[in-house]
């Protein structure tokens, strides 16, 4: 394929650095983003229209087909038009955090080809929720749910991480479509020990509470869903936790996963000192992992929560294989940057049923 052969090796030379490839691309996207000609064009390059099915209904949401765009790829909503362009049927913008902060020192994103896998410890960098919230305001409507995932600021303690995410769910709050509480990044400290009953319960009952007050001030019919991220991590009695919570306290569904902090899934190949590189590890080797965590979920959860499986997903057999899990809808991000433009494209394609002939 071209972008495998040509355009993937030339992106990867690039600055050396691969999140200076990703900023390029980025800048790329969003100038795309801001002509409404050549997002059209883009459009039509990549099959937008042949991006259907199986079209579906989820937390009162239509979603024309199962494979969306995982947070952490737009931090900052710059290129959702392009993105959309692309075919994805939704977008997760962020994580968003009520303060700008600007991550960790980089280097900070690290590529493993062999494995198609990303290690990063990005630590949420981005603009801060009301930059966020202003230029999604002035963007063009695309025509497919966005959410945003919604980050706990580096600099407000455990304590203060209710205030801290409320605050950036009010800012944000016309922009989204749905929100995503993200509590299982590895590279915020302590964030994952929002992950524990007594603390996500707290979280998840403070933002539903105020998601439900918007829609009666608004009188829409139903709140905007909220749905909670989780680490492939957990273990079995944290997994019944986070079941336990949202259901008690009135979540919308799950996303599973985030990047793991294992590095069991890599190959034996991979040098010792990549592998030991500090932050989340994401692509092939963490499907496996994925798939057990959504498959957990979903026995515990049945159809009270509809899973986003996220997770490894580079092909249709690995989309197919985490639908099967339990998965109602997918997102990916590795896959996007091994696989190419066309990726959401040609998994829809081949996860829509076959026309009658
Ligand atoms: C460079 C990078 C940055 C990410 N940033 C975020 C983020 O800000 N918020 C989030 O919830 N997940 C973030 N993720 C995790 C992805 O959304 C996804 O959960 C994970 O990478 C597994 O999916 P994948 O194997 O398809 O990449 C990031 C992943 C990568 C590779």
Redesign the pocket.
Known sequence: MLYQRAIRPALFRLGGDPEAAHERVLGWLARISRSEGLTRALALAFGHAAARGPEREVFGLRFPHPIGL???FD?NGVAVPALAALGFSFIEV??VTRDPQPGNPRPR?FRLPEEGA?I?R?G?NNQGAAVVAARLARQRPVGIPIGI?L?KSKRAPLEEAVADYLAALELLYTAGDYF?V?V??PNTPDLRALQAHDRLDALVAALVARLRARAAAEGRAAPKPLLV?VAPDLDEPALDAVVAVCLARGASGLIA???TVSRAGLGAGVPPTLAAEAG?L??RP?HAQALGVVRALSRRAGTRLPIIG????ATPDDARRMLDAGATLL?????FIYEGPGIARRLATALSPAPPT
């Open positions: 995982a947070a952490g931090k962020g994580t994103l990303l990063n990005m949420f995932s980050g995503a993200n299982s990044s991220k996963v985030n990047t989340g994401s692509g963490l996220c997770g490894g997903i997102q990916l991000y590795t896959g």
